[in-house]
């Protein structure tokens, strides 16, 4: 079982629609991560949170350490949205990464 | 600024070659690591070194190699390539290992034949 977990593994939606994407870990964290990757691009740091929330532009990204759950809200989703979402936690020695394996969102017209 | 540069972004070897994928960034960060990306599994670990001089293994090292002889460079050395291998590689630097934010090159998609 993978210790970052997330969901839906796809998802659907309208242009416009509030869309939210969920992460849940099993371990003690120093720090998570939100990344974006369109299809057979690069991928981007969106968000780093280690408690609280953060907002850049339609992107809402929320941590609960107690839960040990995040979340990636996109408000007002575009088609330019469109890509695979990662989220990946840092944990023990030396910061490494666990990663998640994707939320591939598609926003229609 | 140039960021995280990756090369080449495509190659195909076959099974039993040897390859290096290059990775330079121009960030100065200290932190630097190299991932393997495959179908329905999230990014794992390959190497990572945290400075010059310094380098340790990840979730996935067998087959692979690296070195760190400056903080700007960080080459991925796959010394008989196999089937299993095939896989999109990426390298990624930050200040403070999964501390900081995050800065990834453009991806290397490599085919073993």
């Known amino acids: 079982k993978n210790e970052v977990e997330q969901s839906p593994q796809n998802l659907t939606a309208q242009e416009g629609e509030f869309i939210t994407i969920n992460c849940s870990y099993s371990v003690g964290i120093s720090a998570l991560h939100w990344l974006q990757q369109h299809p057979g691009g690069g991928i981007v740091s969106l968000f780093m949170l280690s408690s609280g929330k953060k907002k850049h532009g339609r992107l809402i990204a929320t941590i609960n350490i107690q839960e040990k759950h995040s979340s990636l809200h996109i408000t007002a989703s575009h088609p330019r949205d469109s890509a695979v979402y990662i989220c990946?936690?840092?944990?023990?020695?030396?910061?490494?990464?666990?990663f998640g394996t994707g939320t591939r969102l598609q926003v229609t017209l | 600024n140039a960021g995280v540069t990756q090369t080449p972004k495509f190659q195909v070897l076959k099974t039993g070659q040897s390859m290096t994928l290059q990775c330079a960034q121009d960030?100065?960060?200290?932190?630097m690591s190299w991932y393997r990306q495959d179908p329905g599994m999230g990014l794992r670990l390959i190497h990572y070194?945290?400075?010059?001089?310094?380098?340790d293994q990840g979730e996935v090292p067998n087959g692979y190699n690296v070195s760190r002889s400056t903080t700007e460079d960080f080459p991925l050395r796959l010394l008989s390539a196999a089937p299993s291998q095939t896989s999109v590689y990426f390298c990624?630097?930050?200040?403070?290992?999964?501390?900081?934010?995050?800065?990834f090159g453009e991806g290397s998609r490599l085919t073993v034949l």
């Open positions: 070194s945290v400075g010059a001089g310094i380098t």
């Open positions: 990624a630097s930050s200040w403070s290992g999964g501390d900081g934010e995050l800065f």
């Open positions: 990946a936690a840092s944990t023990g020695t030396a910061s490494k990464l666990t």
């Open positions: 960030m100065n960060h200290e932190y």
